[in-house]
C-alpha cells in the first residue's frame, strides 16, 4: 500500500445526528455534554464528555432534524432537559466563516 493511498485510509469519519451523512470529522463539528451543565460547540473537537457531530455548513438544518427526531438526546445518552436547542442555534450560527471552511 502506498503512502498516499495509506494516509486516505486512516482519516477518521463521523456520522452527522442531523443527517446520518457520514463525512471526514474535519467537514463535523463537534457537541460535547460535559459531565455538569447543559450541551455546548466544541470547536477543538477535544474537550471531556460525551459527543456528537452535526455538519460544519448546514449545523442548524442538521440540528433541527436531529431534534425532530431526537437523535441528539439518544447519540449524547441524556435527557431532553440537558440540551437547550436554541442556544445551540446560535452558538452555531456565530461560528465565523473561517472556521467553517479551514480544516482543524
Known amino acids: 500500500m502506498s503512502a498516499v493511498a495509506y494516509q486516505a485510509a486512516r482519516r477518521p469519519e463521523r456520522t452527522c445526528v442531523g443527517c446520518r451523512t457520514v463525512k471526514p470529522k474535519r467537514e463535523l463539528v463537534r457537541l460535547v455534554l460535559p459531565v455538569a ?3 455546548e460547540v466544541d470547536l477543538t473537537g477535544k474537550r471531556s464528555g460525551r459527543g456528537a457531530y452535526l455538519c460544519r455548513q448546514t449545523g442548524t438544518t442538521c440540528l433541527s432534524q436531529a431534534r425532530r427526531r431526537r437523535a ?3 447519540a449524547l445518552r441524556t435527557t431532553p432537559d440537558r440540551i437547550d436547542h436554541d442556544a445551540l442555534a446560535a452558538s452555531l450560527g456565530a ?3 473561517e472556521e ?3 480544516p482543524r
Do not use: N
Request: glycine share 8%; hydrophobic share 40%; net charge positive.
Open 37 to 39: 451543565g447543559p450541551v
Open 95 to 97: 461560528i465565523p466563516l
Open 100 to 102: 467553517l471552511s479551514s
Open 72 to 74: 441528539l438526546t439518544r
